[in-house]
């Protein structure tokens, strides 16, 4: 079950800018501060590919999740 909230996300992709590559979010995320381990680990599993939107990002979040495991409700995102 996931333990990163809804805010970890936020605050981890406040400033990206669109399309947007798996290090830029990374990247993004670290600069923002305060990273999560979990966030850090899930971003870490990202596909190298440009992302198009947030919703494209958020989507491959929640892929993850769901590769993993994770029940549909419990995603953060």
Do not use: C, W
């Not at 290090?23 to 600069?31: E, F, K, L, P, Q």
């Not at 850090?40 to 992302?51: M, N, R």
Request: cysteine-free; overall charge negative.
């Amino acid at each position: 079950m996931p333990t990163a909230t809804k805010r970890d996300y936020e605050t981890a992709f406040t400033g990206l800018d669109f399309p947007v590559s798996k290090a830029a979010v990374i990247n993004r995320a670290r600069d923002n501060g305060g990273i999560d381990r979990e966030v850090y680990a899930i971003l870490s599993q990202l596909p190298d590919k440009s992302h198009e939107s947030m919703e494209d990002l958020q989507q491959a979040v929640r892929a993850i999740y769901i590769a993993g495991g994770a029940a549909p409700d419990s995603l953060p995102l």
